[in-house]
């Protein structure tokens, strides 16, 4: 663990409040109103059908558009996607996933369109229960419309020039706490060598009393591999 009582770690925590005070900062710019309003890209839409908008429960399935639906940006209308040398292809808007708790909440209309995902989906975390949206997809069309720049963000040059000087210490200065946390490269590869010499040793007794050549037991590690491991 790092000593807290040391001058240069102290100085690396007053660092991490400045850039941390730095970002409050720029976070809480005004944004200016722009004299013109300019189109920058478009985006794709889910929308309903123009027969399912007359429907008298159209608002549940505007709920759930509201819910799980996405949108895609392009720079023109072509939402065309390059994967490499004279390879394209379309991109279109996807209907994402909700929570156990949004779940839960939601009204009885509007539950019904809703179940579990399956166990495949869950494969990453089985234990957490999600829900997606069931609705038929020909119910919804694909809608285009413009990506207006309002308003753009106050810019202040002394700030930008700070939040430089801050990122330079932490990344030359105290690169050992910044990229490595409080626990240094050196405390976890001394323990992390110890083991592999253990085990080294161990995996070569195997070697000279066995009789199976074919079967050579090798423990290579690189000479990095704490820092790596620790990574």
């Given at each position: 663990m790092a000593n807290r009582k040391d001058p240069l770690y102290?100085?690396?925590?007053?660092?991490l409040r400045e850039r941390n005070e730095i970002w409050e900062i720029e976070r809480?710019?005004?944004?200016i109103e722009l004299e013109k309003p300019y189109i920058n890209g478009y985006y794709m839409v889910?929308?309903?059908r123009f027969d399912i908008k007359n429907r008298e429960d159209v608002w549940v399935f505007y709920k759930c558009i509201e819910l799980v639906g996405g949108r895609v940006w392009c720079r023109d209308k072509t939402f065309k996607r390059k994967l490499g040398?004279?390879?394209y292809e379309y991109i279109r808007p996807d209907f994402g996933i909700i929570s156990e708790q949004t779940y839960t909440n939601l009204h009885p209309a509007v539950k019904k369109h809703f179940?579990?995902?399956?166990?495949?989906?869950?494969?990453?975390?089985?234990?957490?229960?999600?829900?997606?949206?069931r609705v038929p997809s020909y119910y919804f069309v694909d809608k285009v419309k413009p990506r207006w720049i309002t308003h753009y963000?106050?810019?202040d040059e002394l700030i930008k020039q700070m939040q430089g000087e801050c990122?330079?210490?932490?990344?030359?200065?105290?690169?050992?706490?910044?990229?490595?946390?409080?626990?240094?490269?050196k405390p976890y590869a001394k323990v992390h060598n110890r083991s592999d010499r253990r085990h080294s040793k161990q995996t070569v007794k195997r070697n000279i009393h066995?009789?199976?050549f074919d079967n050579y037991e090798y423990r290579y590690k690189h000479r990095n591999s704490a820092r790596y491991e620790c990574w």
């Open positions: 102290k100085e690396y925590l007053k660092t809480n710019q005004n944004w889910s929308d309903l040398k004279g390879k179940s579990e995902i399956s166990e495949f989906h869950k494969r990453w975390n089985p234990y957490r229960k999600q829900y997606a949206c963000k106050e810019h990122y330079d210490k932490l990344h030359n200065k105290f690169y050992k706490w910044y990229w490595y946390g409080p626990r240094g490269v066995s009789d199976d």
